[in-house]
């Protein structure tokens, strides 16, 4: 029994070496918890910004087989060119991180969406065949991401329309 009581007395605390070991362990592991928070904060955003551009992109496709030219989003996107007679259309719309149309020149772009339009040569009754192709891209990379500027959604379609007033009045 004497031999418990010494080897108890002589063991009061813990040694330099067991905190040195226990404070790395703690950092190390810390570290990586950090750094699976941050990925899948990332993802989140990732994930609620391409939710945000499909809801957008779908906006103006829906805009434009409805030719409502002059309503939201398409009267706020500017034209980049136009040819005449219906041939071409590019068009821009800039946002910033509440998807907010702003100016072309403002310092709060984040999103930028481009429209372009060529048409087909094939006109059915008073209605042109159209190819659409609608980008939305982030112009700040991600967090985790290797990309410059990723593109957040890509479409590409075929829509019957008018031609629209813009092509024809550059």
């Not at 040694?15 to 928070?37: C, D």
């Not at 075929?158 to 009045?169: A, G, Q």
């Amino acid at each position: 029994m004497n031999w418990f009581i010494r080897k108890a007395e002589k063991k009061r605390g813990f040694t330099i070496v067991e905190l040195i070991i226990s404070v790395g362990t703690l950092a190390i592991a810390g570290t990586i918890m950090i750094q699976l928070f941050m990925g899948a904060k990332d993802i989140a955003l990732r994930a609620e910004e391409l939710d945000r551009s499909v809801f957008l992109s779908t906006r103006i496709i829906e805009s434009i087989k409805s030719e409502q030219w002059d309503e939201e989003p398409l009267n706020k996107m500017y034209t980049e060119y136009a040819v005449i007679y219906g041939n071409k259309l590019k068009k821009t719309g800039y946002y910033n991180q509440e998807w907010e149309e702003v100016e072309e020149d403002s310092e709060d772009i984040l999103f930028v969406s481009t429209l372009s339009m060529e048409s087909e040569d094939i006109v059915e009754e008073d209605k042109s065949l159209y190819e659409l192709k609608l980008q939305i891209r982030r112009l700040k990379p991600y967090f985790k991401g290797k990309e410059a500027e990723p593109i957040l959604n890509s479409v590409k379609t075929m829509v019957y329309i008018r031609t629209p007033l813009e092509v024809i009045e550059p």
